[in-house]
Protein backbone atom coordinates (compact mmCIF):
# COMPACT_ATOMS: atom_id res chain seq x y z
CA UNK A 1 0.00 0.00 0.00
CA UNK A 2 3.03 2.31 0.77
CA UNK A 3 4.18 1.47 -2.36
CA UNK A 4 0.92 2.43 -4.67
CA UNK A 5 0.63 5.75 -2.32
CA UNK A 6 4.16 7.05 -2.33
CA UNK A 7 5.33 6.37 -5.48
CA UNK A 8 2.52 5.17 -8.54
CA UNK A 9 -0.03 7.94 -7.46
CA UNK A 10 2.35 10.77 -7.51
CA UNK A 11 3.48 9.58 -10.99
CA UNK A 12 -0.17 9.62 -12.15
CA UNK A 13 -0.78 12.53 -10.80
CA UNK A 14 2.20 14.13 -12.49
CA UNK A 15 1.40 12.32 -16.16
CA UNK A 16 -2.45 14.13 -15.33
CA UNK A 17 -1.41 17.64 -13.99
CA UNK A 18 -1.74 20.65 -15.82
CA UNK A 19 -0.32 23.77 -15.51
CA UNK A 20 -3.20 25.92 -15.25
CA UNK A 21 -2.86 29.41 -14.10
CA UNK A 22 -5.32 30.53 -10.71
CA UNK A 23 -5.84 34.01 -12.74
CA UNK A 24 -8.18 33.09 -15.40
CA UNK A 25 -11.29 33.64 -14.21
CA UNK A 26 -12.64 36.68 -12.57
CA UNK A 27 -15.94 36.45 -10.69
CA UNK A 28 -18.15 39.81 -11.13
CA UNK A 29 -18.83 41.43 -7.41
CA UNK A 30 -22.55 42.22 -8.55
CA UNK A 31 -24.07 39.25 -10.50
CA UNK A 32 -20.92 36.69 -9.12
CA UNK A 33 -20.86 35.46 -12.73
CA UNK A 34 -17.84 33.81 -13.36
CA UNK A 35 -15.46 35.89 -16.18
CA UNK A 36 -13.20 34.05 -18.47
CA UNK A 37 -10.06 36.83 -18.36
CA UNK A 38 -9.49 37.16 -22.18
CA UNK A 39 -13.45 37.86 -22.86
CA UNK A 40 -13.38 40.46 -19.74
CA UNK A 41 -10.48 42.21 -20.82
CA UNK A 42 -11.84 42.47 -24.70
CA UNK A 43 -14.70 44.11 -23.15
CA UNK A 44 -12.66 46.89 -21.34
CA UNK A 45 -13.19 45.04 -17.92
CA UNK A 46 -16.69 45.69 -17.71
CA UNK A 47 -19.05 42.33 -17.29
CA UNK A 48 -21.03 41.36 -20.05
CA UNK A 49 -23.88 39.49 -17.59
CA UNK A 50 -24.58 43.00 -15.41
CA UNK A 51 -22.58 46.01 -16.66
CA UNK A 52 -20.46 46.48 -13.08
CA UNK A 53 -17.28 47.80 -14.02
CA UNK A 54 -14.17 46.20 -12.44
CA UNK A 55 -11.07 49.37 -11.71
CA UNK A 56 -8.33 49.71 -14.21
CA UNK A 57 -5.18 51.00 -13.65
CA UNK A 58 -3.58 54.58 -15.43
CA UNK A 59 -2.08 52.33 -18.17
CA UNK A 60 -5.44 50.87 -19.29
CA UNK A 61 -6.73 53.79 -19.47
CA UNK A 62 -4.52 55.94 -21.30
CA UNK A 63 -5.30 53.07 -24.05
CA UNK A 64 -8.88 53.32 -24.38
CA UNK A 65 -9.34 57.23 -24.10
CA UNK A 66 -6.77 58.28 -26.32
CA UNK A 67 -7.04 57.71 -30.21
CA UNK A 68 -5.46 54.11 -31.29
CA UNK A 69 -4.28 53.72 -28.17
CA UNK A 70 -1.40 55.88 -29.35
CA UNK A 71 0.36 57.95 -26.18
CA UNK A 72 3.66 59.48 -24.67
CA UNK A 73 4.04 58.84 -21.41
CA UNK A 74 5.34 61.87 -19.03
CA UNK A 75 7.45 61.64 -15.99
CA UNK A 76 6.09 62.88 -13.16
CA UNK A 77 8.02 65.64 -10.52
CA UNK A 78 10.15 64.04 -8.09
CA UNK A 79 9.53 64.31 -4.62
CA UNK A 80 11.07 63.90 -1.00
CA UNK A 81 9.52 60.41 0.54
CA UNK A 82 8.20 60.48 3.78
CA UNK A 83 8.43 64.08 5.35
CA UNK A 84 7.07 63.08 8.32
CA UNK A 85 9.10 59.99 9.03
CA UNK A 86 5.53 58.42 9.41
CA UNK A 87 5.00 54.98 10.72
CA UNK A 88 2.18 52.73 12.04
CA UNK A 89 1.80 48.98 11.41
CA UNK A 90 4.90 49.38 8.95
CA UNK A 91 6.71 52.34 7.85
CA UNK A 92 5.06 54.81 5.28
CA UNK A 93 9.04 53.93 3.09
CA UNK A 94 7.72 50.47 3.64
CA UNK A 95 4.64 51.35 1.72
CA UNK A 96 6.20 53.18 -1.12
CA UNK A 97 7.94 50.33 -2.15
CA UNK A 98 4.92 47.84 -1.78
CA UNK A 99 3.16 50.17 -4.26
CA UNK A 100 5.98 51.01 -6.58
CA UNK A 101 6.79 46.82 -6.96
CA UNK A 102 3.07 46.37 -7.76
CA UNK A 103 2.90 49.31 -10.51
CA UNK A 104 5.89 48.73 -12.30
CA UNK A 105 7.21 52.15 -13.60
CA UNK A 106 4.30 54.18 -11.54
CA UNK A 107 6.02 56.09 -8.79
CA UNK A 108 2.90 56.95 -7.09
CA UNK A 109 -0.86 57.21 -7.16
CA UNK A 110 -1.05 58.94 -10.67
CA UNK A 111 0.38 58.87 -13.70
CA UNK A 112 0.58 61.16 -16.70
CA UNK A 113 0.73 60.87 -20.58
CA UNK A 114 -0.41 63.24 -23.94
CA UNK A 115 -1.28 62.21 -27.17
CA UNK A 116 -4.70 63.17 -29.28
CA UNK A 117 -8.32 62.27 -28.77
CA UNK A 118 -10.25 62.97 -31.55
CA UNK A 119 -7.57 64.39 -33.24
CA UNK A 120 -7.39 67.17 -30.53
CA UNK A 121 -4.44 67.54 -28.55
CA UNK A 122 -4.87 66.10 -24.38
CA UNK A 123 -3.26 65.81 -21.66
CA UNK A 124 -4.33 62.58 -19.54
CA UNK A 125 -4.01 62.59 -15.93
CA UNK A 126 -4.91 59.31 -14.23
CA UNK A 127 -5.43 57.28 -10.96
CA UNK A 128 -4.37 54.00 -9.64
CA UNK A 129 -5.82 53.08 -6.51
CA UNK A 130 -4.06 50.22 -6.43
CA UNK A 131 -1.18 52.63 -5.08
CA UNK A 132 -2.35 52.92 -1.64
CA UNK A 133 -6.14 53.30 -2.53
CA UNK A 134 -4.96 56.32 -5.01
CA UNK A 135 -4.64 58.48 -1.88
CA UNK A 136 -3.36 62.25 -2.57
CA UNK A 137 0.20 63.16 -1.48
CA UNK A 138 2.41 65.69 -2.75
CA UNK A 139 3.46 63.66 -5.80
CA UNK A 140 0.23 63.77 -6.98
CA UNK A 141 0.14 67.51 -5.91
CA UNK A 142 3.02 67.67 -8.26
CA UNK A 143 1.76 65.61 -10.41
CA UNK A 144 -1.93 67.97 -11.39
CA UNK A 145 0.31 70.74 -11.16
CA UNK A 146 2.91 69.76 -14.40
CA UNK A 147 0.22 68.22 -15.95
CA UNK A 148 -1.62 71.76 -15.68
CA UNK A 149 1.71 73.24 -16.94
CA UNK A 150 1.93 70.85 -19.39
CA UNK A 151 -1.31 71.21 -20.94
CA UNK A 152 -1.07 75.50 -21.31
CA UNK A 153 2.21 74.72 -23.03
CA UNK A 154 0.95 72.61 -25.35
CA UNK A 155 -2.62 74.52 -25.79
CA UNK A 156 -4.09 70.98 -25.32
CA UNK A 157 -7.09 69.85 -22.62
CA UNK A 158 -6.73 68.58 -19.46
CA UNK A 159 -8.59 65.04 -18.58
CA UNK A 160 -7.95 64.11 -14.81
CA UNK A 161 -9.39 60.72 -14.19
CA UNK A 162 -9.78 60.33 -10.59
CA UNK A 163 -9.99 56.91 -8.64
CA UNK A 164 -8.97 57.62 -5.29
CA UNK A 165 -9.76 57.27 -1.32
CA UNK A 166 -8.79 60.72 -0.66
CA UNK A 167 -5.62 62.61 0.94
CA UNK A 168 -2.93 60.49 2.09
CA UNK A 169 -2.98 60.34 6.11
CA UNK A 170 1.07 59.35 6.05
CA UNK A 171 1.52 62.80 5.20
CA UNK A 172 -0.42 64.41 7.12
CA UNK A 173 -1.10 68.11 6.81
CA UNK A 174 0.98 68.44 3.55
CA UNK A 175 -1.15 66.00 1.94
CA UNK A 176 -4.15 68.15 2.57
CA UNK A 177 -2.39 71.31 1.59
CA UNK A 178 -2.64 69.66 -1.95
CA UNK A 179 -6.25 70.04 -2.24
CA UNK A 180 -6.06 74.26 -3.02
CA UNK A 181 -3.10 73.10 -5.32
CA UNK A 182 -5.06 71.09 -7.71
CA UNK A 183 -7.46 73.72 -7.47
CA UNK A 184 -5.08 76.45 -8.77
CA UNK A 185 -3.61 73.91 -10.87
CA UNK A 186 -7.36 73.48 -12.83
CA UNK A 187 -7.76 77.21 -12.98
CA UNK A 188 -4.19 77.76 -14.41
CA UNK A 189 -5.84 75.90 -17.91
CA UNK A 190 -9.11 77.64 -16.90
CA UNK A 191 -7.48 80.70 -17.54
CA UNK A 192 -5.97 80.24 -20.64
CA UNK A 193 -9.07 78.84 -22.92
CA UNK A 194 -8.62 75.35 -22.36
CA UNK A 195 -11.25 72.32 -21.14
CA UNK A 196 -10.61 70.78 -17.81
CA UNK A 197 -12.88 67.76 -18.07
CA UNK A 198 -13.46 65.23 -14.82
CA UNK A 199 -14.07 61.71 -15.72
CA UNK A 200 -14.95 59.92 -12.32
CA UNK A 201 -14.85 56.74 -11.70
CA UNK A 202 -15.37 54.00 -8.87
CA UNK A 203 -14.13 55.38 -6.02
CA UNK A 204 -13.48 58.95 -5.95
CA UNK A 205 -14.43 60.52 -2.80
CA UNK A 206 -12.46 62.20 0.46
CA UNK A 207 -10.10 65.24 -0.51
CA UNK A 208 -9.75 64.10 -4.22
CA UNK A 209 -13.54 64.45 -4.42
CA UNK A 210 -13.91 67.77 -2.55
CA UNK A 211 -11.04 69.37 -5.20
CA UNK A 212 -10.18 68.64 -8.42
CA UNK A 213 -13.08 66.09 -8.99
CA UNK A 214 -16.05 68.34 -8.71
CA UNK A 215 -14.96 71.73 -10.41
CA UNK A 216 -14.08 70.37 -14.11
CA UNK A 217 -15.95 72.64 -16.82
CA UNK A 218 -17.43 69.48 -17.89
CA UNK A 219 -17.71 66.19 -15.47
CA UNK A 220 -18.22 62.80 -16.53
CA UNK A 221 -18.75 59.26 -14.75
CA UNK A 222 -18.60 55.43 -15.24
CA UNK A 223 -21.56 53.50 -13.92
CA UNK A 224 -22.27 52.94 -10.46
CA UNK A 225 -18.99 54.93 -9.24
CA UNK A 226 -18.99 55.77 -5.63
CA UNK A 227 -18.57 59.47 -5.58
CA UNK A 228 -18.50 61.49 -2.27
CA UNK A 229 -16.61 62.43 0.33
CA UNK A 230 -17.24 60.43 3.88
CA UNK A 231 -18.55 57.16 3.67
CA UNK A 232 -22.56 56.56 3.75
CA UNK A 233 -21.97 54.84 6.91
CA UNK A 234 -20.68 57.62 8.77
CA UNK A 235 -23.07 60.18 7.06
CA UNK A 236 -26.18 58.13 8.56
CA UNK A 237 -24.67 58.34 12.02
CA UNK A 238 -24.08 61.24 11.74
CA UNK A 239 -27.58 62.61 10.90
CA UNK A 240 -29.08 59.64 12.26
CA UNK A 241 -31.41 59.10 8.93
CA UNK A 242 -31.70 56.01 6.38
CA UNK A 243 -29.96 57.15 3.26
CA UNK A 244 -31.86 57.18 -0.47
CA UNK A 245 -31.32 54.31 -2.06
CA UNK A 246 -28.57 54.26 -4.67
CA UNK A 247 -26.92 57.86 -2.65
CA UNK A 248 -23.32 58.45 -3.51
CA UNK A 249 -23.31 56.39 -6.86
CA UNK A 250 -23.03 58.00 -10.37
CA UNK A 251 -26.63 57.73 -11.18
CA UNK A 252 -27.96 59.26 -8.26
CA UNK A 253 -25.66 62.31 -8.66
CA UNK A 254 -26.59 62.64 -12.26
CA UNK A 255 -30.22 62.67 -10.88
CA UNK A 256 -28.91 65.48 -8.63
CA UNK A 257 -27.42 67.36 -11.12
CA UNK A 258 -23.76 67.16 -9.67
CA UNK A 259 -22.56 65.41 -13.09
CA UNK A 260 -23.49 65.76 -16.56
CA UNK A 261 -23.36 62.47 -17.89
CA UNK A 262 -22.74 58.96 -16.97
CA UNK A 263 -20.60 57.27 -19.99
CA UNK A 264 -20.28 53.39 -20.13
CA UNK A 265 -16.72 52.56 -20.64
CA UNK A 266 -16.67 51.66 -24.16
CA UNK A 267 -18.22 55.23 -24.82
CA UNK A 268 -15.86 57.21 -23.26
CA UNK A 269 -13.70 58.11 -25.73
CA UNK A 270 -16.54 58.87 -28.17
CA UNK A 271 -17.96 60.74 -25.93
CA UNK A 272 -14.51 62.81 -25.25
CA UNK A 273 -13.59 63.18 -28.72
CA UNK A 274 -17.31 64.88 -29.55
CA UNK A 275 -16.79 67.22 -26.19
CA UNK A 276 -13.39 68.26 -27.42
CA UNK A 277 -14.78 69.01 -30.66
CA UNK A 278 -17.66 71.13 -29.85
CA UNK A 279 -15.25 72.80 -27.78
CA UNK A 280 -11.61 73.16 -29.38
CA UNK A 281 -13.28 73.63 -32.95
CA UNK A 282 -14.87 76.53 -34.44
CA UNK A 283 -18.41 76.01 -35.64
CA UNK A 284 -17.71 75.61 -39.58
CA UNK A 285 -20.06 77.70 -41.91
CA UNK A 286 -20.32 80.40 -38.84
CA UNK A 287 -21.10 83.50 -40.39
CA UNK A 288 -18.96 86.24 -39.76
CA UNK A 289 -20.87 89.56 -38.54
CA UNK A 290 -19.91 92.66 -40.23
CA UNK A 291 -17.84 94.82 -38.04
CA UNK A 292 -19.72 97.50 -36.56
CA UNK A 293 -19.08 100.78 -38.29
CA UNK A 294 -17.72 104.24 -35.71
CA UNK A 295 -19.70 107.32 -35.73
CA UNK A 296 -17.37 109.17 -38.10
CA UNK A 297 -17.95 105.97 -40.84
CA UNK A 298 -21.59 106.51 -40.11
CA UNK A 299 -21.53 110.15 -40.81
Known amino acids: MNWLTNYVLPKIRALTRK ?6 WRKCPSCEQMLFHRELAANLEVCRHCGHHFRIGSEARFKILFDDAVFEKIETPKVAQDPLRFRDRKRYTDRLREGQAALGANSDAVALAQGRIGGNAAIILAFDFAFMGGSMGIAVGEAIVAAARRAVEREAAL ?18 MQMPRTILAADLVKEAGLPYIVVLTDPTTGGVSASLAMIGDITLAEPDAIIGFAGARVIEETIREKLPEGFQRAEYLHEHGMIDQVVPRSELHMTLARILSLLREPVRGEAVLPAVPTSKAAE
Do not use: F, H, K, W
Not at 159 to 176: N, T, Y
Open 19 to 24: DVPDNL
Open 159 to 176: IVVPASGGARMQEGILSL
